[in-house]
């Protein structure tokens, strides 16, 4: 019997693929078993091979061709193409340049496979995308004229297991009288803002932070993308949509706040906070509702200060005198996190909000600052009833 060609092969499975009727993505199982069919049919020389063959055609067929192995991989935390001859990856937040050389023409198959499930679109009209692949993974393309010449993509992956305060502490992202005291705030009912750049592991905080939510408490989540991804008991996740090609459909990240509401939430998390959706945000955290949320600030004293300006963009109605006083009211606690030189993120500083300003400004103070490399109480905590009405007595976590 005649040897089967690899690329004979790949024929063979396609075409085998396309009449059983399955999506190779999605429905793995089945495409594996295709692909023993086709051997069963068509034997290789060696069993070396076979093996070969079978993950080449799993990653071309029923994943990302050659980006798969760099999904796989569990020590990579983002991929991201320049252009068709620079594809990077970053492990522990330091990138590298990767031997892979692709075409424009591949570069392009791998985004139009990735947004096959998404119901997201790309075109001229719409050059940037944002969507989720069916493994988790986040997705951002921008394509030319405003990429310039080449297609542009990242990939940032998430983890799996949700991690725990516990967990960050043994990655000294934080120290364990940090960790205690933020999950007896969290367990309170405290409304936490979560500050950094980006790749800071902002969004790992906040998992970590909502999986100290009392399970008997039901949350609601709103994202442009789904990353959160909480295994929390009673948790509703809703994501963003873009408007379709006649330009109907969007919902917006305002319209996902305003729903939520209406879901007998007793925590909101927005999954990043950067437009007018601060305005909606603060106006259910003034309504008793906890919350949480991420925000780009290099300092946590800035945060509170961009969360000040970002209602302003809803509307000429909404003034200053309005939102600071807010924001005042409705945020507890702002943890801002860094990264070094070397990929290590931390946290750099948990600030108290009074509820109190001074003139324009938000008061707030330091309870713990990094210095020399090291997290230390910097001022005494203000009593709060919320920990009395939990049954916590936050003294001990001083």
Known sequence: MAIMTARARNDWVRRAVGNAGIDPVLETGALKSIIDESFEAH???????????????????????????????????EIYINSPSKVFIARQGISELTPLILTAADVRDLVERMLHHSGRRLDLSVPFVDAMLPGGERLHVVIPPVAGTDWSLNIRKHLTKTPTLEELVTLNTVTPPAAQFLAACVRAGLTVLISGATQSGKTTVARALAAAIPARERIVTCEEVFELNLKNRDCVAMQTRNA???????????????????????????????????????????????????????????????????????????????????????????????????????????????????????????????????????????????????????????
Do not use: C
């Open 244 to 398: 379709n090609i006649e330009g109907f459909g969007e919902v917006t990240l305002r319209d996902l706040v305003r729903e939520s509401l209406r879901m007998r939430p007793e925590r909101i998390i927005i999954g990043e906070v950067r437009g007018a959706e601060a305005l909606d945000m603060l106006l259910a955290l003034n309504a008793g509702i906890p919350g949480l949320s991420t925000i780009h600030a290099n300092r946590a004293s800035e945060a509170l200060r961009k969360l000040a300006m970002l209602p302003l963009l809803a509307g000429e109605n909404v003034t200053s005198q309005f939102v600071s006083p807010t924001v005042a009211a409705s945020i507890d606690l702002v943890v801002h996190l860094e990264r070094d030189r070397s990929g290590h993120r931390y946290v750099e500083e948990i600030r108290y909000v009074s509820g109190r300003l001074e003139g324009d400004r938000i008061e707030s103070e330091p309870l713990w600052l990094r210095r020399d490399s090291e997290l230390k109480r910097t001022a005494s905590f203000v009593e709060d009833e919320r920990f009395e009405r939990s049954g916590i007595s936050i003294r001990d976590y001083l």
């Open 43 to 77: 034997p290789t020389a060696s069993p070396e091979d076979q093996h070969a063959q079978t993950t080449a055609l799993l990653a071309d067929i029923g994943g990302y061709g050659a980006l798969q192995p760099y999904l796989e991989d569990q020590t990579i935390e």
